[in-house]
């Protein structure tokens, strides 16, 4: 079975400074995928940024990147220039790309963006 | 296309009642996914479907539950017998067979159990 293991359960950053959202996973498969998503108060789960395992560079979209660390088995979410409408929970997510493509989450990190 | 519609956005119920969820995919998408978020947790995977053929179902999803989706189009998920413990976040995904990237989730269903 996959886990995901997000260590840090509330992070502050201050308006325009970056963020680091930490993830590690663990799965046996060798091909898998990983997902981070925005979750506002509001519910639903919005797509941020997705790393196939066998992506050779890490993925950015906008203000995301992921540092993806293969041997590691980590996949932390970096966002730049925090903006107020950051704050939200935060959940990482593997995906094995072979199977049923169900989602394993971890428990989440919310996010607050401050002044 | 206006993305995954849930319905409805919140149920309150009493403990015992039943109730039933609906959720609409994105019409394309082939693969429809059901899974429970509670306070403090991230979703949980409960079942999926493809096209109308139901693949696989987790443990978590006891007896009282029941899903469907008839025509390979919209699908219902039914729980039976409410419970205060039932009582969560529901989300409904949507996904096209080998399009990682379309994995696309609804507003979801938040139910309360009294």
């Known amino acids: 079975a996959q886990k995901i293991t997000q260590t840090q359960p509330g992070m502050f950053v201050q308006e325009k400074e970056a963020v680091t959202l930490d993830c590690t996973y663990d799965?046996?498969?060798?091909?898998?995928?990983l997902f981070w998503y925005k979750q506002p108060s509001s519910g639903e789960m919005i797509f941020l940024i997705y790393q196939g395992s066998y992506d050779q560079q890490n993925a950015t979209e906008g203000r995301y990147s992921l540092n993806f660390q293969k041997a590691r088995k980590s996949a932390n979410l970096v966002i730049s220039a925090s903006q107020l409408g950051d704050s939200a929970m935060y959940f990482c997510?593997?995906?094995?790309?072979?199977?049923?493509?169900?989602?394993?989450f971890g428990t989440g990190t919310q996010l607050k963006v401050e002044l | 296309d206006t993305g995954v519609s849930q319905d409805p956005r919140h149920k309150i119920t009493k403990r015992g009642q039943n109730v039933t969820f609906r959720c609409d995919p994105i019409?394309?998408?082939?693969?429809l996914y059901w899974y429970r978020q509670t306070l403090g947790q991230g979703p949980e995977f409960l079942t999926y479907?493809?096209?109308?053929?139901?693949?696989?179902k987790s443990r978590l999803l006891s007896d009282r539950f029941s899903a469907e989706r008839p025509k390979g189009s919209f699908s219902t998920l039914e729980i039976q017998r409410t419970e205060q413990g039932d009582s969560a976040m529901y989300l409904c995904a949507s996904s096209l067979l080998g399009a990682l990237l379309d994995y696309t989730f609804g507003s979801g269903t938040r139910l309360t159990v009294v």
């Open positions: 019409s394309e998408h082939n693969r």
């Open positions: 479907f493809q096209n109308e053929a139901q693949l696989e």
């Open positions: 997510a593997v995906i094995l790309t072979g199977g049923g493509n169900k989602l394993t």
């Open positions: 799965t046996s498969d060798p091909s898998y995928g």
